[in-house]
């Protein structure tokens, strides 16, 4: 009976799976087939760069979309929240352009609450910044100038900076200790300058060059010229053909820049963007040299120091910067991080009358969200992506560069990320040295990003048949040196595939 028994379940095994096989469980159009395959050639292509070694004990999200409809097209681990390190400028530049607009200009003034009296001024002058990052020195002696032109030779008061457009907090929340010396963490403040058309606010240019004999301290310059900073130089000259080591950093909580290592007697200079503490003096301190050099002179009890310029005090002179469509060349392309953090607070102070971090931060995520991100599942912490608390996933970037396509502004926003393979510095910008060959050469266009541990890249792409792309990739939580090779693996077979 137990043998009948067992031939009879196994006849009936056998009838089910001829039976399953006559007849499936699922039916398809051929159509339907036909596009499912098509995916799944690119989901194998996908899968397999993601199981490169490189990535064992990572952290990777990675989000694909059609560009016109939104359609997700891949994902990996695409609703895991992961930070984006500099693709956050992404969503503060995009809601820059949504609440200040292509044309937005930053101000700075030059007032004063007393009047002119034969070639003097009586009473005190106010430079009073509003955000602006491109303030350069130029403009501090055209300023001067104005105020020659003007009849001003004596000014009888104080020389005062005035940086409550902003507030007073300088760095932001998540900011490392560590990164507070160089330009990638310069502080920020409504009144600064800037050394060089890069525009990175609030830091000043360091060079060391080789004295005429080994022995001897290397020779410094320091751009702008300016006596709010100290060097304290340590460095020493040695023989030729000995190595170049020289190491230049400010010191934390001063203004004291200390230069150690050796430069060789025939060696090539060395430079660093060191970034000032509290700015707002910085600028003071070189706009005093612009009005001496002018031959306007400060009393001798005369002060320089902070302070704010009253509602009813006369203005003097004034500029306006480059417009935001311009200046986004070099905050995309360069991924200048001052520019993402001023963009923030400028915003804070337009749309809420409060020039904070917090503010801007608002703006930033109730644009994000108008533009269809889940609220619920980002969190932003700063405007640069600094921070390694920043988190959003890549499938929410992804609908997040979908759904701006269609604002009247995309077209100055695109033209900003930076172009793979582009020589060019301003063209190319982070991705000049990236994907040189077709088909990704000037196809794809994203935004880098690159913290410790971090390494991000996500924009737009064309397929070989032409089709339309966004992406966005996040790898986190792995060990050595940036790996941007899978990035480029991903992007480079995006522009290789043909779905038709």
């Known amino acids: 009976m137990k043998q009948l028994f067992l031939f009879f379940l196994l006849a009936m095994v056998v009838v089910m799976l001829f039976a399953s096989q006559e007849k499936p469980f699922v039916t398809a159009s051929e159509d339907t087939a036909e596009t499912v395959n098509e995916n799944d050639q690119l989901a194998d292509k996908l899968d397999e760069i993601l199981r490169h070694e490189s990535l064992e004990g990572a952290s990777t999200s990675v989000s694909v979309r059609e560009a016109s409809t939104g359609e997700q097209l891949y994902a990996r681990s695409g609703d895991e929240r992961l930070h984006p390190a500099s693709n956050m400028k992404l969503l503060t530049g995009a809601a820059a352009m949504e609440t200040l607009g292509p044309d937005y200009q930053f101000t700075t003034e030059v007032l004063t609450d007393g009047n002119i009296r034969g070639n003097a001024l009586h009473g005190d002058l106010y430079l009073k910044g509003k955000g602006d990052p491109t303030l350069m ?69 360091v060079k060391v060059y080789p004295a005429d004999d080994a022995g001897s301290k290397p020779d410094v310059s320091v751009t702008p010229a300016t006596d709010y900073v100290t060097i304290v130089n340590e460095a020493k000259t040695v023989p030729a053909g ?159 560069l979908t759904g701006i396509q269609d604002k009247s502004w995309f077209p100055a926003f695109e033209n900003s990320l930076p172009v793979a393979g582009a020589p060019e510095r301003l063209v190319g910008g982070t991705l000049r040295y990236r994907m040189t060959s077709p088909p990704a050469q000037d196809n794809v266009v994203a935004k880098t990003g690159s913290l410790t541990g971090v390494s991000t890249l996500s924009g737009y792409v064309t397929s070989q048949d032409g089709t339309d792309l966004v992406f966005s990739i996040m790898l986190n939580n792995y060990l050595g040196n940036s790996d941007t090779s899978i990035e480029d693996t991903i992007a480079t077979t995006l522009a290789k595939h043909e779905f038709k």
């Open 137 to 205: 020195e130029g403009d501090l002696d055209q300023f001067a100038k104005e105020l020659k032109g003007q009849g001003i030779n004596v000014i009888q008061g104080d020389l005062i900076g005035d940086d409550s457009w902003y507030d007073d907090v300088r760095l932001s929340q998540d900011l490392n200790w560590s990164d507070e010396p160089y330009y990638t963490g310069a502080q920020v403040s409504a009144l600064s300058l800037s050394p060089n058309e890069d525009y990175d606010a609030g830091t000043v240019i």
């Open 242 to 400: 000995e190595n170049r080591d020289i190491s230049i950093e400010r010191q934390h909580g001063t203004n004291n820049i200390l230069i150690e290592g050796t430069i060789p007697v025939d060696g090539t200079r060395s430079r660093s963007w060191v970034s000032v503490w509290e700015p707002t003096g910085y600028a003071l301190d070189v706009f005093k040299k612009s009005l001496e050099e002018n031959g306007i002179k400060l009393t001798g009890n005369s002060d320089v120091t902070r302070g704010v310029a009253p509602e009813d005090a006369t203005l003097l002179a004034s500029r306006k910067s480059m417009t935001l469509e311009e200046l986004f060349i070099p905050f995309m392309k360069l991924s200048n991080n001052g520019h993402g953090e001023i963009l923030a607070k400028e915003m804070g102070k337009v749309v809420h009358g409060e020039g904070s971090w917090d503010k801007g931060l608002d703006v930033i995520e109730d644009v994000a969200t108008d533009l269809g991100v889940d609220r619920d599942t980002i969190l932003l912490r700063d405007g640069s992506g600094m921070s390694h608390k920043n988190m959003i996933p890549s499938n929410e970037l992804t609908q997040f």
